[in-house]
């Protein structure tokens, strides 16, 4: 497939791993460097990139790979995955509320409130606080009006349908390549209590469907620290395994 020459602003491919066998793809996994340290301490977009991605192979049912396998690091889409099946596009975004982000950053920084705190509720897109806003609600710590019934699903599938409709202009813009299979991985670090992801991805799938997400990308990642849910005909919610104990 040919391929857009890349723009000087583009970042160069990089290598990130190569693979023969489902057992080389283990230990190239368990090599990786896939640190993200605090917000405080210097987190960039690459450290999630890079997080998220070897999870995903670590997770996927080895039987939707292909080998020999490259995993290059690219720019629009973030990685390529280059097997004999048909080479993949994925692309990367966060789920994250930028002033619980900035919060969390004032805590680890200054020290600010109590350890154990209230979840806060967010709203995807919502405006930015100034940090004098943020601290007093960090020491205030309020409780909030708290969750019922299953809003707690209901406002994961909607701050996830966010950040994929924020993705697909930019997914079709001119100097996005595509490839064969195209996929969006999205990191879910949306401050909720405890989630019913079946239930969640339910929601979801019909959200996806009517923005039209599945004729730009051809599968919808969602994980967190435990659990990947696949988008694509019916959700399939998968157990994520950590790259250097894959099965």
């Known amino acids: 497939m040919k391929r857009r020459p890349q723009s000087r602003n583009q970042a160069m491919p990089k290598i990130i791993l190569q693979s023969n066998t489902p057992s080389e793809l283990k230990a190239r996994?368990?090599?990786?460097?896939?640190?993200?340290?605090?917000?405080s301490e210097g987190r960039r977009n690459h450290?999630?990139?890079?997080?998220?991605?070897?999870?995903?192979?670590?997770?996927?049912?080895?039987?939707?790979l292909s080998f020999p396998l490259t995993l290059t690091h690219t720019?629009?889409?973030?990685?390529?995955?280059?097997m004999p099946g048909g080479?993949?596009?994925?692309?990367?975004?966060?789920?994250?509320?930028?002033n619980v982000a900035h919060a969390d950053c004032l805590r680890e920084r200054e020290g600010l409130g109590p350890d154990v705190y209230f979840t806060p509720h967010a709203m995807p897109g919502e405006p930015p606080k100034t940090a004098v806003q943020l601290r007093s609600e960090i020491m205030a710590d309020a409780p909030g009006c708290g969750w019922d019934g299953d809003s707690p699903e209901r406002e994961w599938a909607s701050a996830m349908a966010h950040y994929v409709r924020e993705k697909i202009p930019k997914a079709t813009a001119d100097g996005f390549v595509r490839y064969p299979l195209n996929w969006l991985i999205v990191y879910d670090n949306w401050p909720l209590p405890a989630v019913d992801y079946t239930k969640a991805a339910a929601y979801l799938m019909p959200l996806l469907g009517e923005m039209g997400a599945f004729s730009v990308f051809d599968a919808v990642f969602?994980?967190?620290?435990?659990?990947?849910?696949?988008?694509?005909a019916d959700p399939i919610i998968h157990a994520l395994v950590r790259p250097g104990s894959m099965r």
Do not use: M, Q
């Open 75 to 82: 720019d629009r889409p973030d990685f390529v995955l280059d």
């Open 47 to 64: 450290h999630a990139e890079r997080y998220c991605i070897a999870h995903l192979l670590a997770t996927l049912p080895i039987n939707r």
């Open 87 to 98: 080479n993949v596009g994925i692309e990367h975004t966060k789920a994250v509320p930028e």
């Open 222 to 232: 969602v994980h967190d620290a435990s659990r990947l849910c696949e988008f694509c």
């Open 29 to 39: 996994l368990a090599e990786l460097d896939i640190a993200v340290p605090p917000r």
